[in-house]
């Protein structure tokens, strides 16, 4: 069984920073991309940032310049650190994984139960 556990969400003014964690758990082989999506109120999930294993980091245009994200294999955690963070920023911020539980080459995606942000003054 494969486990997603966010942290670090709460309430913040506008131009604050938070740092957001996901930590990985469970029968894991490996983990190919890691990544952080968010979904606002009546609106879809969107995709903020991902890291390959190896490979470019993608994130979205509304975030450039103010979040990086971030991974460390051996704790299998990824990291989001966001700045500079606006009200529209708020929302329920998700972790991602693609993951191996067995040396065969299929996987699949994993989701953690998501970390509400709030951005408000």
């Known amino acids: 069984q494969v486990q997603l556990v966010e942290s670090g969400g709460g309430l913040v003014q506008p131009g604050g920073s938070l740092r957001l964690s996901c930590a990985a758990s469970?029968?894991?082989?490996?983990?190919?991309?890691m990544g952080w999506y968010r979904q606002a109120p009546g609106k879809e999930r969107e995709l903020v940032a991902d890291?390959?294993?190896?490979?470019?980091?993608n994130y979205a245009d509304s975030v450039k310049g103010r979040f990086t994200i971030s991974r460390d294999n051996v704790k299998k955690m990824v990291y989001l650190q966001m700045n500079s963070l606006k009200p529209e920023d708020t929302a329920v911020y998700y972790c991602?994984?693609?993951?191996?539980?067995?040396?065969?080459?299929?996987?699949?995606?994993?989701w953690g139960k998501g970390t509400l942000v709030t951005v408000s003054s």
């Open positions: 991602n994984a693609f993951i191996r539980t067995t040396p065969s080459p299929y996987g699949m995606d994993y």
């Open positions: 469970g029968c894991i082989f490996s983990i190919n991309a």
């Open positions: 890291i390959p294993s190896g490979g470019t980091i």
